[in-house]
């Protein structure tokens, strides 16, 4: 049942190079149970109805200010498209400069915001994502100390994390439901005397069902920190892993994992082939990360 899942995307990181493409938005009306269609102008009312919300328009503000994105109607289809599911992409490229030996890591993100969903959905999908999109990371891909159980409590519960990220969500749907009669659907549970509950949005991403045991194996000595963790019937489901939060982390650590030890092995063939820097540091700093970070790929 659609209540039971939360439609939002995992905070997808790709270790690569970006290029976004813009596209000028027009906003035409649609009302709240019409389906988003693979137009311009249905997102453009997307953004339009989220601005309407005391919320949402401080969110967009936020992206004005840090992004150079305007609101609805304007040039914005580099930062939020159309896609297959609502999520985040942060694409984080290092670059290294082999005369110098120093490295750069710069972020760009994309928001996708699901097509083919009613205009109410589509509307506390952005306000979820922008979360993710505006707040600062939490973690390095390139961190040597980086583990496991860190990336999870920091994607779940770090600023800018999925608990942040749905309770913007539900804060939206609660204006929003005062201000165009909107149901408060999936967000109701979490709502006490009229407060949205943190700590019951908390207790919800760490509810896994019969995957319990699974995780904590999984997460090994690191499971301590999260008592949290419960065989309760999941609620709460990344769109792009279709597993409960812990589930889709874990499997997406390891393809962070694979990806940057990809990166630091040619890394590490670059500054060996290359007399030009200072390679006795750098070595050692690359094959530390091997060590850390790859030694179990």
């Not at 700590?199 to 008592?227: H, M, N, R, S």
């Amino acid at each position: 049942m659609r209540h039971l899942k939360l439609k939002r995307g995992v905070f997808l990181v790709l270790l690569l190079l970006w290029a976004g493409v813009a596209a000028l938005l027009y906003v035409q009306p649609i009302s709240a149970r019409d389906d988003i269609s693979n137009t311009s102008s249905a997102l453009g009312q997307v953004i339009a109805t989220l601005e309407s919300s005391q919320n949402g328009k401080k969110w967009l503000d936020q992206a004005l200010v840090q992004k150079g994105f305007v609101h609805a109607g304007q040039l914005i289809g580099s930062f939020i498209q159309l896609g297959d599911v609502s999520h985040t992409d942060a694409v984080i490229a290092r670059n290294f400069n082999p005369k110098t030996g120093k490295k750069e890591i710069e972020r760009e993100v994309v928001i996708h915001i699901k097509r083919n969903q009613n205009l109410e959905d589509g509307v506390l999908d952005l306000a979820h994502e922008l979360v993710h999109a505006l707040s600062l990371p939490q973690w390095d891909p390139y961190d040597p100390k980086l583990t496991l159980g860190q990336y999870v409590f920091a994607v779940i519960e770090g600023d800018g994390g999925e608990v942040d990220a749905f309770f913007n969500e539900c804060l939206t749907s609660q204006e929003l439901s005062k201000a165009l009669g909107w149901k408060l659907g999936r967000c109701e549970e979490y709502i006490k005397d009229g407060m949205l509950q943190r700590e019951l949005i908390v207790k919800a991403f760490y509810q896994v069902g019969e995957d319990k045991e699974k995780v904590i194996e999984l997460l090994g000595e690191e499971a301590v920190k999260f008592p949290q963790l419960s065989a309760l019937p999941a609620k709460l489901y990344s769109s792009t892993g279709q597993t409960p939060y812990p589930n889709a982390l874990i499997q997406e650590f390891k393809f962070l994992n694979q990806v940057a030890c990809g990166n630091t092995l040619k890394r590490l063939s670059s500054i060996e082939d290359n007399p030009q820097i200072d390679s006795k540091q750098k070595h050692k700093e690359t094959l530390n990360f091997l060590e850390k970070r790859c030694y179990n790929l």
